[in-house]
């Protein structure tokens, strides 16, 4: 069953994924949509997980054991959809494990929102400044392999518990999956744009 | 394994640090070493790349034009096959940047294939002519997304990537892009691709 999930914590966040959904289902007729908060919102089909705001990243690595949906988008709160997402689900349904966007910081501003301890943890180990995924846009079909990079994917984050991109790069490094790499119009382009920074506490 | 440094290093070597100076040899693990030479942070010996690589090394094919490398690895030209372990698949006269050759061997110890991606921004959207765009998107369902360079292409031998090489072949014929037809077989095999930065490629 195809669906999207946000996570939404605090009075921002939560606003934002209430946009963001009215976007999906204007574009995406049909399509259910849950959201992992405290506290249920609108209509959206509800799925409670109680955390403190600042450990809301700690929803979003267990997506693989809250969300519904066997194949799951997922999507950061301050994104909107301006078409249809179906194209995604089908790569899932073909075979994909994932289908994820890069994110535009690579090279001279690779990982530059994580810690020095993080980059540096994260080059060495894969031995190279690999790719930076974006990962407030996912695709995901749940499944042994996509099931234990999520829980490699919470180790990693331990380790630093700050920012997740250079976590899942580690975690991608453990546990291989068949990933089908999307193009920007996924994640901050034409399709899915995206309002950085606009479902943190101002 | 040794190597040189272009940059300032504190090394600890036997539990006691000590700064390093650009052009000091220090012997290092693998790992550090192979990290510096990727960032630039060092160099080898001419001579010294043999060692880094093990059984792989570079198929050449399309021709007879082979890289220029200073370090020693194993290479040999013909049709498209995986005569190594690890191969570097490189087209004739295609580059890639030297010192990410022994990464590249190593990524695919852990993945079935390897490639860098040719640009962040051309979408295959971009690529072919209307007729190869709509046979691509039949297979691949959207051409929003990038494309990779399918001249330089790390590639684990086993079945599923001897059976790629049979998908791509065939995805080749009556195609004018490369790229179009690598994408294609992608999708259709399914490997489990680490796909590389853009700066992998040269320049």
Redesign the interface.
Known sequence: MRGVVYVAYGREARQEALMSSRTVEEHNPGLPISLIASEPLGKLHFIKYDLPRERNRWAKLNIDTLSPYNVTAYLDADTRVTGRLTAGFEMLEDGWDMAMALSKNQETDWLWHCSEDDRQMTEARLRHKGLQYGAGVMFVAWGERTRALWAAWREEWGAFCGQDQGAFMRALQRVRVRLWVLGGTWNGGSLVTHRYGMARAR | MWVRLTTTKCVSIGGARRTYRPGDWVEVGK??A??WL??GDATLPDDDLGPLVGDSGILVYGGGVLPTLKGKVPMTTGSMTLPYPQTLLLRSGACIRES?IP?GF??VE??EIAAP?YD??A?ACTRGTPEEQRRTRDVI??L???MYNANTVFVRRSKEMQDFLRVWQRELVDSAETDLAFLRAL?IV??????????WNAR
């Open positions: 790992h550090d192979l990290t990727a960032a990410y990464i190593y990524l852990q993945w991606l962040y921004e979408m369902r959207d929003r997304v990038p999708y399914k490997p489990l691709i680490c796909a590389l930065p853009v700066q």
